[in-house]
């Protein structure tokens, strides 16, 4: 473990030493249904190019990115949102349907320009409609000339969960009345590749099912990652589940993390880890165990009762056979309930002191949301301080950007909630309302977030909830059980080494505080990760400096009231 912690010691150099020249990366996406089989039963995914996971992308620091997207889709508008990407400059390339751009239609090519500034472990994904939850996503690595940590080798783990009913069925059946819920995914995808009706480990289940008889060029064949003993290797995991949360383990293996979101954290030790959607990291591990044997890499759900099987691949140490089955069950994971375990987890990771900047000592506007499950009309939807959002038919950024006002509800979303409120309990009213209103942030501001939980409708549930900031990493002040208390619980606030992210959990009736600079003109999406959350009003938009915005092309805004003014100024 020394030896991995001695690792570290090579950041300082790197960051003396490394040099960057910056290059164009330029790629060109055809976006379309085909039929594919990602766990054993056949299926349509949304491709690019023909591949599913789409395609990685991988960049140097300072690299602009070109990616002429053509939506090959018969009926269906496209977006791609660059999960973890600032987007300095270029909002209208962070790829939120009606917030930053319209939708590109069926047979239109649009062109994402943007800069990658900040090293570290990314992905893409459909941000229109469910297209996640259709495979619409894959990797995207961002690189220093000179690493900062010295590694043999490394790996790229993109996990996804799968369902059997197509993305369509299931948002039809979240708007339908009476509510119909999707259910649990049918299969774990560890980088589009899992097994429905049958298991790599079968000779280890209680439960009778069919071992996996695989040739290894099946469409849902496991990757293996193959490894040489005595060796260290980065792992590079990022989430796009559309709902599970996940518990990651290597058979036998410590693992140390070493990176959060694209962002530097104290590294530290563990024998496996938590990862909710939108979240990524960058492991350590070493090869030092029997290399006689092989290893299980496993995927596991957390937070909800687990009906999925679990998401197995192997760690082969070369040169036994790939198709060598560990000697040992898959590695148990935690109780999919056991939240205080959840909660160590999240406590462990802190910014690395002298590398990780600091947050402002003081907040300018703090703004708390309550997250409760409603109903309007008879329909089930999520909202936020009573407001579930919808969006409007012109992107917000153009709206804003050029003075539209009647194109959203441009009162002011409220800042808070009731003091009363009880959140152990079902709120008293479940009714809500439907809103498309901005949080108007004052330019170069800090805000805090105050991310409150609740009971949902039903008796006893209060759930996870994933949180993804757009445009910004923010500053994870502290997480806490119960209601948010303004004085005792902002004294234990972290403001000494707290980590940068841009996703944060809730824990179940609970709260989490952040932080961040409103210091990028544009408009942001902060919302639920999970997908279904979100298409039901999990979300907000924030909005901030859009007058400084420039160069905005008129395909992105070509449609709502904004397409009538570029017609306009045609004639």
Same mark, same amino acid.
């Given at each position: 473990?020394?030896?991995?912690?001695?690792?570290?010691?090579?950041?300082? @150099?790197?960051?003396?030493?490394? *040099?960057?020249?910056?290059?164009?990366?330029?790629?060109?996406?055809?976006?379309?249904?085909? +039929?594919?089989?990602?766990?054993?039963?056949?299926?349509?995914?949304?491709?690019?190019?023909?591949?599913?996971?789409?395609?990685?992308?991988?960049?140097?620091?300072?690299?602009?990115?070109?990616?002429? @997207? $053509?939506?090959?889709?018969?009926?269906?508008?496209?977006? #791609?949102?660059?999960?973890?990407?600032?987007?300095?400059? $270029?909002?209208?390339?962070?790829?939120?349907?009606? #917030?930053?751009?319209?939708?590109?239609?069926?047979?239109?090519?649009?062109?994402?320009?943007?800069?990658?500034?900040?090293?570290?472990?990314?992905?893409?994904?459909?941000?229109?409609?469910?297209?996640?939850?259709?495979?619409?996503?894959?990797?995207?690595?961002?690189?220093?000339?000179?690493?900062?940590?010295?590694?043999?080798?490394?790996?790229?783990?993109?996990?996804? %969960?799968?369902?059997?009913?197509?993305?369509?069925?299931?948002?039809?059946?979240?708007?339908?009345?009476?509510?119909?819920?999707?259910?649990?995914?049918?299969?774990?995808?560890?980088?589009?590749?899992?097994? /429905?009706?049958? *298991?790599?480990?079968?000779?280890?289940?209680?439960?009778?099912?069919?071992?996996?008889?695989?040739?290894?060029?099946?469409?849902?064949?496991?990757?293996? /990652?193959?490894?040489?003993?005595?060796?260290?290797?980065?792992?590079?995991?990022?989430?796009?589940?559309?709902?599970?949360?996940?518990?990651?383990?290597?058979?036998?293996?410590?693992?140390?993390?070493?990176?959060?979101?694209?962002?530097?954290?104290?590294?530290?030790?563990?024998?496996?880890?938590?990862?909710? *959607?939108?979240?990524?990291?960058?492991?350590?591990?070493?090869?030092?165990?029997?290399?006689?044997?092989?290893?299980?890499?496993?995927?596991?759900?957390?937070?909800?009762?687990?009906?999925?099987?679990?998401?197995?691949? #192997?760690?082969?140490?070369?040169?036994?056979?790939?198709?060598?089955?560990?000697?040992?069950?898959?590695?148990?994971?935690?109780?999919?309930?056991?939240?205080?375990?959840?909660?160590?987890?999240?406590?462990?990771?802190?910014?690395?002191?002298?590398?990780?900047?600091?947050?402002?000592?003081?907040?300018?506007?703090?703004?708390?949301?309550?997250?409760?499950?409603?109903? #309007?009309?008879?329909? $089930?939807?999520?909202?936020?301080?009573?407001?579930?959002?919808?969006?409007?038919?012109?992107?917000? @950024?153009?709206?804003?950007?050029?003075?539209?006002?009647?194109?959203? %509800?441009?009162?002011?979303?409220?800042?808070?909630?009731?003091?009363?409120?009880?959140?152990?309990?079902?709120?008293?009213?479940?009714?809500?309302?439907?809103?498309?209103?901005?949080?108007?942030?004052?330019?170069?501001?800090?805000?805090?977030?105050?991310?409150?939980?609740?009971?949902?409708?039903?008796?006893?549930?209060?759930?996870?909830?994933?949180?993804?900031?757009?445009?910004?990493?923010?500053?994870?002040?502290?997480?806490?059980?119960?209601?948010?208390?303004?004085?005792?619980?902002?004294?234990?606030?972290?403001?000494?080494?707290?980590?940068?992210?841009?996703?944060?959990?809730?824990?179940?009736?609970?709260?989490?505080?952040?932080?961040?600079?409103?210091?990028?003109?544009?408009?942001?999406?902060?919302?639920?990760?999970?997908?279904?959350?979100? +298409?039901?009003?999990?979300?907000?938009?924030?909005?901030?400096?859009?007058?400084?915005?420039?160069?905005?092309?008129?395909?992105?805004?070509?449609?709502? @009231?904004?397409?009538?003014?570029?017609?306009?100024?045609?004639?």
């Amino acid at each position: 473990m020394s030896s991995l912690l001695g690792i570290f010691l090579f950041l300082y @150099l790197f960051l003396l030493l490394s *040099s960057i020249s910056a290059k164009n990366r330029e790629y060109k996406w055809k976006v379309e249904y085909m +039929h594919w089989c990602p766990d054993g039963v056949d299926g349509v995914v949304i491709s690019i190019n023909g591949q599913f996971p789409g395609p990685t992308i991988r960049a140097i620091v300072g690299d602009t990115i070109f990616v002429h @997207l $053509t939506n090959n889709l018969p009926t269906e508008g496209l977006v #791609i949102h660059w999960h973890g990407i600032s987007q300095i400059g $270029t909002p209208w390339a962070d790829g939120a349907a009606l #917030i930053s751009q319209c939708p590109i239609n069926p047979g239109e090519t649009f062109l994402y320009k943007f800069k990658v500034d900040k090293a570290g472990t990314y992905f893409y994904h459909g941000h229109y409609g469910m297209q996640r939850s259709a495979g619409l996503y894959g990797s995207l690595i961002v690189e220093d000339e000179k690493e900062a940590f010295h590694y043999d080798e490394e790996f790229n783990l993109l996990l996804s %969960d799968w369902w059997n009913k197509s993305s369509h069925d299931q948002q039809i059946d979240l708007s339908s009345k009476p509510f119909r819920w999707i259910g649990e995914p049918q299969s774990l995808l560890m980088n589009g590749r899992g097994q /429905f009706n049958c *298991s790599l480990a079968a000779q280890f289940s209680k439960f009778p099912i069919h071992q996996c008889k695989l040739r290894g060029d099946e469409q849902y064949a496991p990757q293996i /990652f193959n490894v040489h003993p005595n060796k260290t290797y980065r792992l590079r995991v990022a989430s796009t589940t559309a709902l599970a949360s996940l518990n990651l383990a290597i058979e036998g293996h410590k693992m140390m993390v070493v990176e959060a979101d694209g962002n530097y954290i104290q590294p530290f030790f563990v024998e496996n880890m938590d990862i909710y *959607s939108g979240e990524s990291y960058s492991i350590l591990f070493k090869t030092d165990q029997d290399p006689s044997n092989n290893y299980w890499i496993s995927i596991s759900v957390r937070g909800r009762e687990p009906k999925t099987p679990q998401g197995l691949t #192997i760690l082969n140490y070369i040169p036994n056979f790939a198709s060598k089955i560990p000697n040992s069950p898959p590695p148990l994971a935690p109780l999919w309930n056991d939240y205080n375990y959840s909660k160590s987890f999240s406590n462990k990771i802190f910014g690395l002191m002298g590398l990780s900047p600091k947050p402002p000592t003081r907040q300018n506007r703090r703004i708390l949301l309550l997250n409760t499950q409603n109903r #309007i009309e008879g329909y $089930t939807r999520w909202s936020i301080n009573n407001i579930s959002l919808v969006f409007p038919t012109t992107p917000y @950024l153009g709206s804003i950007k050029h003075g539209i006002n009647n194109a959203f %509800d441009t009162k002011s979303p409220p800042n808070t909630f009731s003091k009363n409120y009880n959140i152990m309990k079902p709120p008293p009213n479940p009714n809500s309302t439907y809103g498309n209103r901005v949080y108007m942030l004052k330019f170069n501001t800090t805000i805090d977030i105050i991310l409150q939980n609740a009971n949902a409708l039903g008796e006893n549930v209060s759930e996870i909830h994933p949180w993804h900031l757009h445009g910004h990493n923010f500053w994870v002040l502290g997480y806490g059980d119960g209601k948010f208390d303004h004085k005792k619980d902002v004294e234990k606030f972290n403001l000494k080494n707290p980590p940068l992210r841009n996703t944060v959990v809730i824990f179940p009736y609970g709260w989490t505080a952040i932080r961040f600079v409103a210091n990028n003109p544009g408009v942001w999406a902060f919302h639920c990760h999970i997908e279904p959350h979100l +298409h039901l009003g999990m979300g907000v938009v924030f909005a901030e400096g859009v007058h400084l915005v420039k160069n905005v092309p008129n395909e992105a805004l070509n449609c709502g @009231l904004t397409r009538k003014m570029f017609v306009k100024d045609k004639h």
